[in-house]
């Protein structure tokens, strides 16, 4: 065999092992779906087999480790963004711009808030497609002077199947119209049974994660009708756990420090503190206030926490034990359960399922960080993703064709083709040999003069 046909062998199988060969193909959509507030041991304690025959068909990451804090909005759109909360700017449920001198609610509809990072359904648009953000936190506003292509505002009326029912007709091709390429979809519950009853009430957590689960079996059933299920993918996640709270575990703020000494703009379970005046003094209060209470000045906040970065971020963060809850006063509990904690607690975990052509099939993985969803999904739909926290070489596993599992076979097979070749040539020359008889003639070793540079890469 030449040098040249060996050469073009191995440029065949390096095309094949990278993909070179194949034509470029419009992906297969992908449909992001929230059931806020999912606790990810919900599925070691409850049956959810609509749930169970989804990831069984695909994969389960058993806990995505999420953002601090583990709230709503902050998760949400780091699912979007692939940043921490110190980099996209929606750190809590309710935060002060010293910048602007605004204060933000989460009905608040101010761009200025949103626009510090830019969410997938906005960076989507870019490559030509078209993208749906139902409900989602940060889906109604103005972010850059975009929206998505659909969108709706958060509406609690509105059902989750009338919600299902808006994006799966988005999602459909309309004649010679392509459908949305990329949709969120959000709904509110176990969320809102996890705060009214606490995760541990099995009796009330049992009927909402049935409705949950009986949701979850209305998608397939719905995506299978429009002609969608097996040809989109599909991930279903959350953004945070719950912990449960108890009127016996209240931290009062009044106890410790005076009331007009300070402005509280978050409350529990992390509390956010503006110091009137003597932040020092304020903060050496807070910081002997209560054994399940720890005090952080802001430069002080762990690394690991990723909160610091950001002027929004005030001068004193509190943070509760899992299951405490801090107020300024008094002995009312509002809910008796609770997120917020400390994202290294898996009782703030949540879970991630998910399923469709390129995801491989019963497969689990123990965890994975929720800033890597981002690059993921960015991958699955070919879009260059924006600066963000996450990579892709965990989440890469959950795939099921993926240029990393191809190259070792590819390069056994060159091994083994070499080996091959070599192998014959021995034999060849020793067969050869065996039947030469006699003196040979001198001969001049034939060189043949290949004008081409073979490229080795």
Partial sequence: ????????????????????????????????????????????????????????????????????????????????????????????????????????????????????????????????????????????IVIRNRTATHFMPYNATVTFRQRLGNVTKWMQADGKEQGAMFAV????????????????????????????????????????????????????????????????????????????????????????????????????????????????????IPERLHYKNNERIPLIILIADEGWTIVQRGNKLERLGNHGYDNALHSMHPFLAATGPSFRQNYRMESLQSVDIYPLICHLLSVPPRPNNGTLAHAQLLLAAEIPSKLPVMVGLVVGVLLLLTTVTVLFWSVRRRHSLGPRPFQRLQIDDDDDNPLLE
């Fill in 185 to 300: 979809l959000y709904w509110e519950e176990p969320d809102q049974s996890g705060h009214r009853f606490g995760p541990d009430n099995t009796t009330e957590m049992s009927k909402v994660l049935k409705e949950v689960d009986d949701n979850i079996g209305l998608m397939v059933s719905e995506l299978k009708k429009a002609g969608l299920w097996g040809h989109i993918n599909v991930i279903v996640t959350s953004d945070h756990g719950m912990a449960q709270c108890s009127p016996d575990r209240m931290i009062r703020l009044d106890d410790c420090v005076r009331p007009d000494s300070y402005m509280g703009i978050e409350l529990t379970p992390v509390a956010t503190i503006m110091p009137h005046s003597d932040p020092k003094a304020v903060f050496k209060n807070l910081s002997s206030c209560h054994p399940n209470m720890t005090a952080y000045m802001k430069k002080d």
């Fill in 1 to 140: 065999m030449s040098l040249k046909i060996l050469l073009g062998f191995l440029c065949g199988i390096r095309a094949f092992a990278t993909g070179d060969n194949r034509p470029q193909q419009r992906p297969p959509p992908l449909l992001l779906v929230s059931f806020d507030g999912f606790r990810a041991d919900y599925l070691k304690t409850y049956p959810m087999p609509n749930l169970k025959s989804l990831y069984s068909q695909g994969v389960l990451v058993e806990e995505l480790a999420n953002v601090f804090v583990t709230k709503t909005f902050p998760n949400h759109y780091s699912l979007v963004t692939g940043l921490y909360a110190e980099s996209h700017g929606i750190l809590a449920s309710n935060m002060y711009d010293p910048a602007s001198n605004k204060t933000f609610a989460t009905h608040s509809n101010d761009p200025m808030w949103w626009s510090q990072a830019e969410p997938l359904w906005l960076t989507a648009l870019d490559s030509g497609y078209k993208t749906v953000a139902m409900m989602w936190p940060g889906s109604n």
